[in-house]
């Protein structure tokens, strides 16, 4: 059937030829990945308390996960979070703007690459409402204090996207 190939070879070049196109399959979702879960992350805009450690070490973790940051010290955070349309129930001690999306509090940069990721259609944001223990910029040694991230939309509806510490 192959000519003067034997089965041994026909199989062994197939073997080879799988191989490539799955690491030419995995190389293109890689990229894809990349793009938008490493160094092409967009610019992330803090405000934030000058007087606010906690937002120093948010912004630390963010700048650890890929993330470029730009901060911004205000003392008006209440305007600067009404004008980012975060509902006062889901508030916390920063708010911070990347793309299209507002990210109030102590969000897990993992949790906004998948937002960027997916893009969903009518978020407006990601928040952890307050300011719990364990979340990132908020360590203290082991504990880690059960919080939610939320994804809340122009109206203040909100649905869990991810829970930790439970």
Known sequence: MFGSLS???VLKSLGIGV????LTLVGLSQAGVVSVMGSDLPTITVYQSPTCNCCG???????EEGFTVESEMRQDM???KQQAGVPQQLGSCHTAI?????????VPADDIKQLLSNAPEGIQGLTVPGMPVGSPG?????????????AFTSD???RVVA???E
């Open 7 to 9: 089965t041994r070879a």
């Open 19 to 22: 191989v490539l196109a799955i």
């Open 57 to 63: 070490k948010w912004v630390q973790h963010l700048e």
């Open 78 to 80: 209440g305007s600067v």
């Open 98 to 106: 990347v793309g299209d999306y507002v990210v109030e509090g102590h």
């Open 138 to 150: 908020m360590e203290q040694g082991d504990r880690l204090d059960p919080y939610d991230v939320l």
């Open 156 to 158: 203040g509806a909100t």
């Open 163 to 165: 829970s930790y510490g």
